[in-house]
C-alpha cells in the first residue's frame, strides 16, 4: 500500500489511498490463510464488533497499564544513572572530590546526629580502620602515674548544674549538643605513621581512627566546660569583630592583620576539634574553603606561619581527616620553601608567599636560632603526608648543620645564625628564653616524631640539658625556687622570660620517653617556679619577664618585676608544662593551679563584649591595663592546654602516638609504640 498526502504547492488535489492487493489477498474464501495481515484484519473486525462501552473499557485499562509503565521506567532510569554517577565518582581523583574521598577516617567520632549538609561526616562514619591496643610506656624506674579518673567528675545532671553557673542557659545548650556528640574521643594514630623515606613515594594517610574503635566516653568535668565556655567567649568576639582576620582587638571591637591570613582561626582550628564544638569549626572549615588564599603578595615570618599555619592545617588534618587541610597545607609548605634559598642554606626569616622571594630582615642578615630550627616537626610532617621529600630534606639540613656548628657552651646555642656564612652570631649569650628556646625543645620533640633513632638530636639535647644546669641555674630567696636565669658573656643573670616555662614540660616529656630520670625531678622543681610566678604576683598572672632574687631582702618576695616586663600576653607555656605534669604524674595539684590560672585570666583579662586581650600590668588587679589585643596563641595553644590539663583521659591526644609542636598543634609520632 502506498499513500499519498497533498502537497503544497501546484492545483489543489484530493487526498486519497490507494490499496494495492498483494497475491494473499486474492485467496479464496474458505482457503485456510493464517497470514499476519488476516490476523490483524480479523481483529480489527471484533473490535469494531464490540460494543462503544466495551471498547472504552479496554482502551481505559491500555491507558492504565502504560502510565504503570512509564512510572516504573523512570524511576528504574534514575537507579541506573545514580549507579552510575557512583562509579565515575570513584573513578576522580581525591583533588576533584576532596571531601568525599577521605585517605582515612576522622579521628574523633562522627557526630551522633549528622546535620542534612554535613554528609562528609556519613562518609568518615563508614571506614574502618585497623584496631589499635592501648599501650602505655615510659621509664619504669620513674613510677610515672597514670593520671586517675577525676573524683570530681560529674553525673550528667551534675555536669549540667555547673555549666548553669558558668554560662547562660542557651550557649549551654549548644554546649552540651557538640559534647553530647564529639566528646569522648580517643585520639590515636593508625598503626600507618611510619617515618617518611621508607616509602616516600606514596602520600601519607591521616593519622585516624573511628568512633568504633573507642572505649567509654571520659565524661567531660566541670573545669573542663569553663574552658569551652572561655573559648566560646574569645571566639564571640573573634566572630563578631575579626573574622577572617589574624588578631582580635577586643576592646576597639577590631581586629589587627599580620599576615593577612586569618591566623587565630587557623591557630584555634585542631583547639575547636579537640573542645568538640562542632558548629563553629564548621563554620572555620568553610572559611578555610573558601577565603583562605595564600596567593598573596604578603611577607610572612617563615617560623610564624610554619607553627601556627602549616602546624595547625597539618594537626586538623590528621584530627579530621578532611584532605582540605592537607591541600592547605602543602600550598603553604611549597611557597615558604624560597626561604631555604641562601648562600647556607640557613633560611631566611621572611618569604613573600606570593612572588615566591625570601629575604632577611631589613637590618641584618642574621636569622634567629629558634627560628630556623623549630620548624622542623611541620616540614618532615609535610614530606611524609606528601611523599615529596624536599620539605624534609631542607629542613634536616639546617639541623645537621646546627649540629656541626662550633660557638656553642656546652650545648647552649646563641640567639643569632648568620644566612650567608651559615655560623652563629652574637656569641656568649645564652638564654633557653626568647630567639633560642624552641630549639632546644625540638631536639627532643623531632627525636620522639622519628621514633627516637636520630642520635644527633639526642645527643644534642642531653648535652644542651647539662650545659642549662651548669650554667643557667640558681635558686632564688627566700622560697629557694629553682630557675633558669641567662649568662651573657660569663656573667650569670637572674632574668627569666616567661618563655622559659615550656622548659618543665619538654623535661618531663623526655623524662617520660626514658631519659634521665633527674630531668623529671629537674621538671618538678622548674614547674613550681613557674607557678610561683604567677602566684607571688598581684594579679596572680605571670609577667612577661621576671628576675629573681638571688639575695633575702627583708620584705622582699623571689619574683622581682621591671616596669617594662610587667605585661602578659595571655601566653601559654606555663600552662603546656602543667598538662604534661598532671599526664605524667596524677598530681592533682598541677590541675589546681592551672584552675587558678584560668580564673584570673577571667578576672583581668576578660572582654565582655567577646574576646580576651593582653594586659600591660599584672601587678594592679583594680586597672591591669588591657592592651586591646589577643593572640592567637590563646586559641591556639593557652586554652587547648588547659582543656587538656583538666582531661583525666589519657587517650584524649596520647603523648606516646601524639608530639605537639611549639604553637601546640599535635603531630603523630611516626612509629607510635
Ligand atoms: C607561640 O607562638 C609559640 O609557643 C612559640 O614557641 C613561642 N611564642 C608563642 C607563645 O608564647
Redesign the pocket.
Known amino acids: 500500500a502506498a499513500m499519498y498526502s497533498g502537497a503544497t504547492a501546484g492545483p489543489p488535489r484530493r487526498d486519497f489511498i490507494s490499496i494495492t492487493l498483494g497475491p494473499e489477498e486474492a485467496v479464496g474464501v474458505g482457503g485456510y490463510n493464517n497470514s499476519k495481515a488476516r490476523r490483524r484484519r480479523s481483529c480489527w473486525r471484533k473490535w469494531k464488533q464490540l460494543s462503544r462501552l466495551q471498547r472504552s473499557v479496554i482502551l481505559f485499562l491500555f491507558a492504565f497499564l502504560a502510565v504503570c509503565g512509564v512510572i516504573s521506567f523512570t524511576s528504574m532510569g534514575e537507579a541506573w544513572k545514580s549507579m552510575t554517577n557512583k562509579s565515575l565518582d570513584d573513578q576522580r581523583t581525591e583533588e576533584e572530590i576532596p571531601r568525599l574521598k577521605l585517605a582515612n577516617p576522622a579521628v574523633l567520632p562522627a557526630p551522633q546526629k549528622a546535620d542534612a549538609n554535613h554528609g562528609d561526616y556519613h562518609e568518615l562514619s563508614l571506614q574502618k580502620p585497623p584496631k589499635l591496643p592501648h599501650v602505655r610506656r615510659g621509664p619504669s624506674n620513674l613510677q610515672i602515674k597514670a593520671p586517675q579518673r577525676d573524683t570530681r567528675l560529674k553525673t550528667r545532671h551534675d555536669t549540667m548544674r555547673a555549666v548553669e553557673e558558668l554560662v547562660e542557659v542557651d550557649k549551654v545548650e549548644k554546649t552540651e549538643k557538640s559534647i553530647i556528640s564529639w566528646r569522648g574521643a580517643v585520639i590515636e594514630p593508625d598503626q600507618s605513621t611510619e617515618p617518611p623515606f621508607n616509602k616516600i613515594t606514596e602520600p601519607e594517610k591521616p593519622s585516624s581512627v573511628e568512633a568504633e574503635d573507642q572505649k567509654e566516653p571520659v565524661p567531660i568535668n566541670e573545669r573542663q566546660l569553663a574552658v569551652i565556655e572561655a573559648f566560646r567567649h574569645a571566639w564571640k568576639g573573634y566572630k563578631d569583630f575579626a573574622w577572617g582576620h589574624d588578631e582580635l582587638k577586643p576592646l576597639s571591637k577590631s581586629y589587627s592583620e599580620w599576615f593577612g591570613l586569618g591566623l587565630t582561626l587557623i591557630d584555634a582550628l585542631d583547639t575547636m576539634w579537640i573542645l568538640g564544638l562542632k558548629e563553629e569549626f564548621e563554620e572555620a572549615r568553610k572559611w578555610v574553603a573558601n577565603d583562605l588564599i595564600f596567593d598573596k603578595n604578603v611577607d610572612v615570618n617563615l617560623f610564624?606561619s610554619t607553627?601556627?599555619i602549616l602546624g595547625g592545617l597539618l594537626s586538623t588534618y590528621h584530627l579530621s581527616g578532611d584532605s582540605l587541610f592537607l591541600e592547605k597545607a602543602k600550598d603553604i609548605g611549597n611557597r615558604l620553601m624560597p626561604a631555604f634559598k641562601t648562600p647556607s642554606k640557613i633560611p631566611y626569616s621572611d618569604v613573600n608567599i606570593g612572588r615566591g622571594t625570601a629575604h632577611p630582615p631589613r637590618w641584618t642578615s642574621d636569622s634567629t636560632v629558634?627560628e630556623v630550627t623549630?620548624i622542623q616537626l611541620e616540614f618532615r610532617e609535610l614530606s611524609r603526608l606528601t611523599g615529596d621529600e624536599k620539605f624534609q630534606k631542607a629542613v634536616d639540613e639546617v639541623m645537621k648543620h646546627v649540629h656541626t656548628l662550633s660557638g656553642k657552651n656546652d650545648g647552649l646555642v646563641p640567639m643569632f645564625i648568620n644566612t650567608n656564612s651559615g655560623q652563629f652570631t652574637h656569641l656568649g649569650v645564652y638564654t633557653l628564653g626568647?630567639r633560642a628556646?624552641?630549639y632546644y625543645?625540638y631536639l627532643l620533640k623531632q627525636w620522639i616524631q622519628g621514633g627516637k633513632k636520630e642520635n644527633e638530636l639526642l645527643e644534642d639535647y642531653m648535652r644542651a640539658i647539662e650545659g642549662v644546669k651548669k650554667h643557667l641555674l640558681q635558686r632564688s630567696e627566700p622560697k629557694k625556687l629553682t630557675f633558669v636565669g641567662e649568662l651573657a658573656h660569663g656573667h650569670f643573670s637572674a632574668k627569666m622570660d616567661?618563655?622559659v616555662c615550656?622548659l618543665p614540660g619538654t623535661l618531663a616529656l623526655g623524662a617520660h620517653n626514658g631519659l634521665a630520670a633527674d630531668h623529671m625531678k629537674l621538671a618538678e622543681t622548674l614547674i613550681e617556679t613557674c607557678y610561683q610566678m604567677y602566684a607571688q604576683v598581684e594579679t596572680g598572672l605571670s609577667p612577661e619577664i621576671v628576675h629573681f632574687n638571688l639575695h633575702a631582702q627583708k620584705g622582699h618576695k623571689d619574683v622581682e618585676i621591671k616596669p617594662a616586663d610587667r605585661h602578659n600576653?595571655l601566653?601559654?607555656?606555663t600552662v603546656?608544662s602543667l598538662f604534661y605534669m598532671y599526664r605524667f604524674t596524677g598530681d592533682k595539684k598541677y590541675q589546681d593551679w592551672g584552675w587558678e590560672i584560668l580564673q584570673n585570666f577571667n578576672r583581668y583579662t576578660r572582654v565582655p563584649t567577646g574576646g580576651y586581650t593582653s594586659i600591660n600590668n599584672v601587678q594592679n588587679p583594680s586597672n591591669p591595663e588591657p592592651r586591646d589585643k589577643m593572640?592567637?596563641?590563646f586559641l591556639?595553644?593557652t586554652l587547648k592546654y588547659m582543656f587538656l590539663l583538666f582531661s583525666d583521659d589519657i587517650d584524649l591526644i596520647n603523648l606516646d602516638k601524639y608530639v605537639f609542636n611549639?604553637?601546640?598543634h599535635p603531630l603523630p609520632i611516626w612509629v607510635p609504640a
Do not use: M, N, Q, V
Open positions: 610564624e607553627i601556627r629558634a623549630s626568647a628556646d624552641s625543645e616567661h618563655l615550656f600576653l601566653r601559654p607555656e603546656e593572640e592567637s596563641f591556639g595553644e611549639t604553637e601546640a
